[in-house]
Nanobody, 120 residues
Framework: QVQLVESGGGLVQPGGSLRLSCAVS????????MNWYRQAPGKDRELVAV???????NYSDSVKGRFTISMDNAKKTVYLQMNSLKPEDTAVYYC??????????????WGQGTQVTVSS
């Protein structure tokens, strides 16, 4: 069974920084990509950042230049470094993994979500 465990959310003042982590466990054969989404109250879930198994990254325009996604393949952990945070970054952040599980094929998995609140 695949599990994604997120950590690192919290309350931060505008302009501050946070780092989110998401550790993947299970019989992982390969990782296509690991992604961070966020969902603010009353809004649709939004794709924030992507890192592929090969290390390519992509960001939404709203976070480009402020957020950095990275992946430690050995630890099967993805990070989201968030700098210069703004109140509009307030949301529940979800980790998502597009991967192949040994004996089960390719599928999509989600973490439980972690709250990020940017407020003075």
């Amino acid at each position: 069974q695949v599990q994604l465990v997120e950590s690192g959310g919290g309350l931060v003042q505008p302009g501050g920084s946070l780092r989110l982590s998401c550790a993947v466990s299970g019989r992982i054969f390969s990782i296509y990509s690991m992604n961070w989404y966020r969902q603010a109250p009353g809004k649709d879930r939004e794709l924030v950042a992507v890192v592929t198994g090969g290390g390519s990254t992509n960001y939404s325009d709203s976070v480009k230049g402020r957020f950095t996604i990275s992946m430690d393949n050995a630890k099967k952990t993805v990070y989201l470094q968030m700098n210069s945070l703004k109140p509009e970054d307030t949301a529940v952040y979800y980790c998502n993994a597009d991967l192949v599980v040994s004996g089960r094929g390719r599928s999509d998995y989600w973490g439980q979500g972690t709250q990020v609140t940017v407020s003075s």
